[in-house]
C-alpha cells in the first residue's frame, strides 16, 4: 500500500467518502502497523513542532534596550564618573527591578503555541490491521481510520466516514457554543470552517453521538497546527506608550547632549573660561538635565495601574498594555462567551393563537412568560404547557442543581428545553413518571428530527417530535389552537418561522400524536405523517445584559466596538443589534471578506461594525487593516481561533473563565469575569494611567529643565554655579521618589469617560504641554537663581546661598505639585489642595528631607550646606506660593481661549445648517 503523495492538498470536504479512501489510498479495515509506520516517518508525529525560543540570558538582557533606559544608564555612567558611589547605585537598581519587571511578563508568544500543543489528545482509538487499537495520538498518520464517540477530544483533522448522531463543539476553533450536527455527504468549495459539517478537526469536542473518520491531515497540517503557524508568524505591534517614549527618549538624548555641548563651547569660546571647569559645568547640565527618576515613575504608574485593574477583574500581563487601553479606538469583539452568555436558551413560544416571551436566561429556571408586554401563569396557557411537555419529554439531556448552580448535560439545545420546562412549571420526576418512555427515533441530520414514544397509566400512547421546522411542518395535518385542533395553515406557520429567524434565533418545531393503542415500538411509518402541530420554540445565546451597558459606556467614550463572529449573517446582525453593534442591516461575511483586497477591505472596515463567518485569518485581515487606517484596535476572545488576532492587535484581551489557554497566553490582557463590562474599567483605568504619566511628565520636565537653565544663566552670566552637580542630583532624585511618585496614585478625572480617544498619532507632549514645561521652566529659574545672586551680593557665604537657592526650588517644585494636579483644570478647591493623601504625604517627607539637607550635619558636610534663618523660609515660601498663582493663571487663560474657540465653531456649525434649511 503506497502512501498518498500530497495528503493535505485536496479540498477533503468537497470530496465523497469513495474519493476520500482513494485519495489516501486505505481501505475499512485500516493501515497495516508497517504501513502506518512507513507513513510516520514520512509525515512525522501528529504533534506541533516547538517554536526556537530565546534562553533567559538574552531574554533579561533585551529588557535594557530601550531609549529611557539608555538615557537612565547614561545618567548613571555621569553620576559615577563624579564620584557618587550610593546614587550611581540607586539609579542602576531602578534599571535593573524595571528589567525583571519586564523578564517576567515576557513569552506570551511561547506560552500561547505551548498551549496550543496540549490541545492535542493523548490517545486515539483506531483501526489497525482490521483490529481495534486504542494508540498514542501522536502516532496517527494520514489515512488511518479513528472511531469517535461522546466524551472524546478530536485527536487529528478527520473526514468522517460514518455518523451516528454525531454533534461536535468546535468552540474552539470557531468561537460557537453549539455543537454541530455531522455528515457524511460531500460540500461545496466554498463552505468555510464553520460549515464543513463532513469533517471533525483536532482539539475539538465530541459531545453527542459516535463516528468513524479517517486522518487526513496530522500536526501543523491540521487547522490548529496552521492556527498556531499563524500565531508565530504574526508580528507583535510597540504600545502607542512605547512608540511615544522611544521618540521621546531619543529626542531627550539628543537635547541634552547638544545643550550640553553648548553649553562648553559658549563657556569656553565666549567667556573663555577653563575648559576643566567647563567640563565640569556641562556634566553638571547634563544632571540636572537628565530625568533619572522618569523611567522608575513610568513603571511604577503602570504598576500601581495594573493593581488597579486586577481590583476591577483585568489582569494585565504587560505593563505597557495598561496605557494603551486608554488609547484604544476600536474594540473588536467575540460574540459567544464574550457578549453573550455561552448558554442557549428559549427565548420566544410561538403557538397557532400567541407568542410568549420568556424571561430568565443561562439555564437556571428562573424567569417566567408574558404576552404583549403582560406577565402570564403558564397554568393559565394550556397552549404553552403543550410546547414544554412536549420540549421535556422529547428530550435526552440531563438539567440538574448541584451545589447551588445549574449544571446541565448534554446538547445546549435540549438543556435549554429542560430550563423552558421548569419555568412553564412542570416537574421531571412527575412528568417521566406520567408520560413513562417506551422507545425513540434519535435523530439523524437525515432525517432532521427525534421522536419518542410514552405510555400513561391509563393505556394511551403519544408520539412527540421535535426538530428543523421545516421537516416538522411537512409531518403534520393539523395544528393545536385554543379549541383544539384545527387545518393547518402552512404560510402562517412559514412566516412565524422567518419572523424568529430574523431575531436571530434558532428555531425548532414540536408536535404530537395521540393513539388510542398502546405499543411497544416507534416507527418512521407513525410520524411520517398526520402529526399535530403544538408550536415554535426560538432558542438563541442571549447577550450578556452588563455587555449591553458596556457597550454603551465605551461608544460614549468615543471607541467603536465592532463583532467579529464565526456565526452565520443573520444571528450576528440580530444579536449585534440587540447589543447596541452597528446598524441592524449591515454584516460581512468570511467569502465576502476574501473577495476583498486589502485596499477595498480598508475602505470598508471603518464603516462595517459586524462580522460573520469569520476565519482566524480574516480577523488577522480585519486588526491589520484598522491598524492600517491608524486605530488602535483591542481584540478580545475566548477560543484558539482567536491567538493571531490577540497577539496582533494592539491589545488582546482574553477571557479567564471560559477561554482556552492559548488565547490567555496570547493576550496582553486576561479579565478574570469574562465580563465585557470590565473593558470599560480598563478603558477608564487605561485613561487615568496615561494622564498619570502625562502628569508626571508635566511636573518633572520643567523641574529639570529648571536646574538645566540656572546652570547656563550662571555660565552666561560668567558667575558662580548657585547649585553645584550633587545639589542637583539630591533634588533630582528626592523630588522623584516623593512628589513626582504622588502623582502615580492621582483618581480619574471627573470627565475622563466622556472624551474621545486621543489620536494615536498624537505627541506625547501636546503644544500646550510644551508651553508649560517651558514657561515653567523659566519661572523656577527665577526664584533660585535671584536669591543666590542677590545674596552673594549682601556679602552671603556661597554655601548659605545656595542652601537658600536649593530650597527656594524645591519649595516651588511642592507648590507647583499642586498644579500638575490637573493639567487643564484648576486646583484652587478643597479637593484640588486636600484631596489627594499621597501628595500631602509626599509634601510632608519632603520638607523633612529638606530640613535635614539644611540642618543634619552628615548631610551639611556631604551636600556643602549650611543654616538658614526662619526670614528665609518665609521668602521660599512667598517664591512658590508665585509659582502656584502664576501657573494658575495660565491654566485659566487657556479655558478661556478653548471656551472661545469651541464657541466659534458652534456658531459656524450652526450658520452653515442655516444655509443648507
Not at 156 to 165: C, M, Q, W, Y
Not at 308 to 317: L, S
Not at 565 to 576: K, P, Q, S
Request: hydrophobic share 50%.
Amino acid at each position: 500500500m503506497k502512501p498518498p503523495s500530497s495528503p493535505s492538498s485536496p479540498a477533503w470536504h468537497t470530496l465523497t467518502t469513495e474519493q476520500v479512501l482513494r485519495e489516501l489510498n486505505t481501505a475499512p479495515g485500516g493501515l497495516s502497523e508497517a504501513e502506518a509506520t512507513r507513513r510516520l516517518a514520512i509525515h512525522g508525529p501528529n504533534r506541533l513542532r516547538p517554536p526556537k525560543q530565546r534562553g533567559p540570558v538574552i531574554r533579561f538582557l533585551l529588557q535594557f534596550h530601550n531609549m529611557l533606559i539608555y538615557v537612565l544608564l547614561a545618567s548613571a555612567a555621569i553620576t559615577a564618573a563624579l564620584g557618587h558611589a550610593v546614587d550611581t547605585g540607586v539609579i542602576l537598581g531602578v534599571t535593573i527591578i524595571n528589567a525583571i519587571v519586564g523578564f517576567v511578563q515576557e513569552g506570551k508568544a511561547e506560552s500561547a503555541l505551548a498551549a496550543i500543543r496540549k490541545m492535542l489528545s493523548l490517545h486515539a482509538l483506531t483501526l489497525r490491521d482490521e483490529q481495534r487499537r486504542e494508540i498514542a495520538a501522536e502516532t496517527l498518520v494520514p489515512g488511518d481510520w479513528v472511531l469517535l464517540q461522546s466524551g472524546d477530544k478530536v485527536p487529528a483533522d478527520l473526514r468522517l466516514i460514518e455518523v451516528k448522531n454525531l454533534r461536535i463543539q468546535e468552540a474552539v476553533l470557531t468561537g460557537e457554543a453549539e455543537a454541530v450536527e455531522k455528515t457524511v455527504m460531500s460540500l461545496s468549495a466554498e463552505a468555510v470552517i464553520g460549515d464543513r459539517s463532513n469533517m471533525a478537526y483536532s482539539g475539538t469536542l465530541v459531545s453527542h453521538g459516535q463516528a468513524t473518520g479517517v486522518v487526513v491531515a496530522t500536526g501543523e497540517r491540521t487547522e490548529i497546527g496552521r492556527i498556531s503557524a499563524l500565531l508565530e508568524q504574526v508580528e507583535e505591534i510597540a504600545t502607542p506608550l512605547l512608540r511615544q517614549m522611544v521618540q521621546f527618549g531619543r529626542w531627550l538624548s539628543a537635547a541634552i547632549v547638544l545643550a550640553a555641548g553648548a553649553t562648553f563651547a559658549a563657556g569656553v569660546f565666549w567667556r573663555s573660561l577653563p575648559e576643566d571647569a567647563m567640563f565640569m559645568a556641562a556634566v553638571a547640565l547634563a544632571v540636572a538635565a537628565i530625568p533619572e527618576g522618569l523611567p522608575a515613575i513610568m513603571t511604577i504608574i503602570l504598576a500601581i495601574g495594573v493593581q488597579r485593574m486586577a481590583g476591577r477583574n483585568a489582569i494585565v500581563r504587560r505593563l505597557p498594555a495598561v496605557e494603551t487601553l486608554g488609547a484604544v479606538t476600536v474594540i473588536c469583539s467575540d460574540k459567544t462567551g464574550t457578549l453573550t452568555r455561552n448558554e442557549m436558551t428559549v427565548q420566544r413560544v410561538v403557538t397557532a393563537d400567541r407568542t410568549f416571551a420568556v424571561s430568565g436566561v443561562g439555564y437556571a429556571p428562573t424567569g417566567g412568560f408574558s404576552l404583549d408586554g403582560v406577565s402570564i401563569l403558564p397554568d393559565a396557557a394550556p397552549d404553552l404547557q403543550a410546547v414544554a411537555r412536549a420540549a421535556h419529554l422529547c428530550n435526552e439531556a440531563v438539567l440538574r442543581e448541584q451545589d447551588g448552580a445549574w449544571r446541565m448535560e448534554g446538547d445546549p439545545t435540549e438543556g435549554a428545553l429542560l430550563t423552558l420546562a421548569h419555568k412553564a412549571g412542570l416537574d421531571p420526576s412527575v412528568e417521566r413518571e406520567r408520560f413513562h418512555r417506551v422507545d425513540s427515533i434519535p435523530f439523524e441530520s437525515e432525517h432532521r428530527f427525534m421522536a419518542t414514544l410514552h405510555h400513561d397509566h391509563h393505556g394511551h400512547g403519544f408520539v412527540y417530535v421535535k426538530g428543523a421546522p421545516e421537516r416538522v411542518l411537512a409531518m403534520c395535518a393539523r395544528e393545536l389552537g385554543d379549541a383544539g385542533p384545527q387545518p393547518l395553515r402552512p404560510d402562517h406557520w412559514r412566516n412565524r418561522i422567518e419572523e424568529l429567524a430574523t431575531l436571530g434565533q434558532r428555531v425548532l418545531a414540536v408536535a404530537f400524536r395521540p393513539s388510542a393503542e398502546t405499543r411497544g415500538e416507534l416507527t418512521f411509518e407513525e410520524v411520517e405523517e398526520g402529526l399535530i402541530l403544538l408550536g415554535l420554540l426560538g432558542i438563541s445565546d442571549p447577550p450578556r445584559e452588563e455587555a449591553i451597558r458596556a457597550v454603551r459606556q465605551t461608544q460614549q467614550a468615543g471607541i467603536r466596538v465592532k463583532m467579529i463572529t464565526g456565526d452565520h449573517g443573520v444571528t450576528a446582525r440580530a444579536i449585534a443589534a440587540q447589543i447596541g453593534i452597528g446598524d441592524g442591516r449591515r454584516a460581512l461575511t468570511g467569502p465576502e471578506l476574501e473577495a476583498l483586497d486589502d485596499a477595498s477591505l480598508r475602505a470598508v472596515v471603518v464603516d462595517i461594525d459586524v462580522y460573520a463567518r469569520a476565519s482566524p485569518e480574516h480577523k488577522l485581515r480585519l486588526v491589520a487593516a484598522l491598524q492600517a487606517n491608524h486605530q488602535v484596535v483591542a481584540m478580545t476572545g475566548d477560543g484558539v481561533n482567536d491567538a493571531p488576532a490577540l497577539k496582533r492587535a494592539d491589545i488582546g484581551v482574553a477571557m479567564g473563565m471560559n477561554g482556552t489557554e492559548a488565547a490567555k497566553e496570547a493576550a496582553a490582557m486576561v479579565l478574570a469575569d469574562d465580563n465585557f463590562a470590565s473593558i470599560a474599567h480598563a478603558v477608564e483605568e487605561g485613561r487615568t494611567v496615561y494622564d498619570n504619566l502625562r502628569k508626571a511628565l508635566l511636573f518633572i520636565l520643567p523641574t529639570n529643565g529648571a536646574q538645566a537653565l540656572v546652570i547656563v544663566a550662571a555660565i552666561l552670566l560668567g558667575v558662580t554655579l548657585p547649585i553645584t552637580p550633587v545639589q542637583i542630583l539630591w533634588v533630582n532624585m528626592v523630588t522623584a521618589v516623593t512628589l513626582a511618585l504622588a502623582l502615580a496614585f492621582e483618581p480619574a478625572e471627573a470627565n475622563v469617560m466622556q472624551r474621545p480617544p486621543r489620536d494615536p498619532g498624537e505627541p506625547l507632549l501636546s503644544g500646550i504641554m510644551l508651553w508649560r514645561i517651558s514657561a515653567v521652566s523659566m519661572l523656577l529659574v527665577v526664584a533660585p537663581l535671584g536669591l543666590f545672586l542677590w545674596e552673594a551680593a549682601q556679602g552671603r557665604p556661597h554655601e548659605e546661598a545656595r542652601t537658600l537657592a536649593v530650597n527656594a526650588l524645591v519649595v516651588s517644585e511642592i507648590f507647583y505639585l499642586f498644579n500638575s494636579r490637573y493639567i487643564h483644570g484648576s486646583v484652587l478647591s478643597r479637593a484640588g489642595l486636600l484631596g489627594s493623601r499621597p501628595v500631602l504625604v509626599s509634601i510632608v517627607l519632603m520638607l523633612l528631607l529638606q530640613l535635614a539637607f539644611t540642618y543634619f550635619p552628615p548631610l551639611q558636610r556631604l551636600m556643602g550646606t549650611e543654616p538658614i534663618g526662619v526670614a528665609d523660609w518665609g521668602i521660599v515660601i512667598l517664591a512658590g506660593l508665585a509659582v502656584l498663582l502664576l501657573v494658575e493663571l495660565e491654566k485659566a487663560a487657556w479655558r478661556g481661549l478653548r471656551h472661545l474657540a469651541e464657541g466659534r465653531n458652534s456658531t459656524r456649525k450652526s450658520n452653515r445648517n442655516n444655509a443648507k434649511g
